[in-house]
Nanobody, 118 residues
Framework: VQLVESGGGLVQPGGSLTLSCATS????????MRWYRQAPGKERELVAH????????NYADSVKGRFTISRDNAKNTVYLQMTSLKFEDTAVYYC????????????WGKGTLVTVSS
């Protein structure tokens, strides 16, 4: 099983980035997909969720209206489009796969760093 995040980097406040998480080794369409982030000195927090079918999305209040999660089940990839980035969005962003029907079956990526700085 692999989840490989990419697309992180340095961006100025107000800028945009799109993160990707390419997956392999499991049946992608059976899994809800999530993006989490962890800022220095803080706990990991759930940023965005998309259901296994892509029909439902949810966002943390702090990113609602600025971030968009999407998935391509043909490419086994989930995306996070981030716009109007703020200093407080600086964090390591992690991709997570959560089985839609089997309790507590989940996989994690290793993360990609997003730094918002002027």
């Amino acid at each position: 099983v692999q989840l490989v995040e990419s697309g992180g980097g340095l961006v100025q406040p107000g800028g945009s980035l799109t993160l990707s998480c390419a997956t392999s080794g499991f049946t992608f369409s059976n899994y809800h997909m999530r993006w989490y982030r962890q800022a220095p000195g803080k706990e990991r927090e759930l940023v965005a969720h998309i259901s296994s079918t892509g029909s439902t999305t949810n966002y943390a209040d702090s990113v609602k209206g600025r971030f968009t999660i999407s998935r391509d089940n043909a490419k086994n990839t989930v995306y996070l489009q981030m716009t109007s980035l703020k200093f407080e969005d600086t964090a390591v962003y992690y991709c997570n796969a959560l089985h839609a029907r089997v309790y507590n079956m989940a996989y994690w990526g290793k993360g990609t760093l997003v730094t918002v700085s002027s």
